[in-house]
């Protein structure tokens, strides 16, 4: 159906009764969030199930921007509400869509150079989806997490990220320094951010091909982690300041990797 038949129809369309996600599809999670949902409709690796938008927001998006075989579903407050985790900034859209295909640390595309980061178990999805952003924003090619102790790739990831979780490949893996020892056998050193490292990041002198490892919000890197990585870095921060968030500490990170490497 042309584009604009489809806006037609939309003021025409009756909201379908509104399940749980559960009942309609145990697989499928909601997206919300202008970034997170229109990023997910251009992203032909993903399957788009159904497409709310309230009137305002139908009226402001792109008709470029729904795929072909996407129809938009008129959406009031109560729909939102009710198929959307509480207190959800939805922006007047939302989408329910499968998964992203699973993918490995195989898949990480082989190129020099190369910035990948790990995450030792960070369980906040505003953190993953924030250090995602900043992935996004400086060309890192992978973002690893455990598959415990780490969050799903949940709608409030998803709206943390802004759109970048369909850009930045977010893998899961049980046995995080085996993906370590074979990160390193592909060339990737292993670099560990700890505030009580001797050398600043800016300082070290890096390889092409870096995996950034990051601990979690309370206890950074666990032992075992730390002792698998080449060597241990930090961020020259006021010693009025123990640590910094996470994502906050990525960022800086990944931009100073992004001038070193190029």
């Known amino acids: 159906m042309p584009q604009h038949q489809k806006k037609q129809n939309f003021k025409e ?38 497409l709310l938008l309230s009137r305002e927001t139908a009226k402001e998006l792109p008709e470029k921007l729904i795929p072909e075989n996407v129809f938009p579903e008129s959406a009031g407050r109560a729909e939102f509400d009710q198929l959307l985790p509480a207190g959800a900034v939805h922006q007047g859209i939302a989408a329910f869509v499968s998964p992203l295909p699973d993918l490995y640390e195989t898949d990480i595309a082989d190129k020099t150079p190369s910035v990948v980061v790990i995450l030792d178990q960070v369980t906040d999805p505003h953190n993953v989806g924030a250090v995602l952003r900043s992935a996004a924003a400086f060309d890192v090619d992978a973002v690893i997490v455990t598959q415990r102790n780490a969050p799903e790739a949940t709608g409030a990831l998803a709206k943390s990220a802004s759109g970048a979780l369909e850009l930045v490949p977010l893998i899961y893996v049980s046995n995080l320094a085996r993906t370590m020892d074979s990160l390193k056998e592909r060339g990737y050193w292993c670099v560990g951010m700890d505030g009580a490292a001797k050398q600043t990041l800016r300082d070290a002198a ?17 032992r075992l982690t730390a002792q698998n990585c080449d060597f241990m870095v930090k961020l ?27």
């Open 13 to 50: 369309n009756q909201p379908r009764r509104s399940k749980s996600p559960a009942k309609e599809d145990k697989n499928g999670v909601w997206l919300y969030g202008y970034h997170a949902v229109t990023a997910a409709l251009q992203n032909p690796a993903r399957t788009v199930h159904r």
């Open 206 to 222: 890096l390889p092409r091909k870096v995996a950034l490892v990051m601990g979690s919000e309370g206890y950074g890197l666990r």
């Open 236 to 262: 020259p921060i006021s010693p009025r300041v123990e640590s910094l968030n996470v994502s906050n500490a990525a960022a800086i990170a990944l931009y100073d990797l992004k001038y070193k490497l190029g």
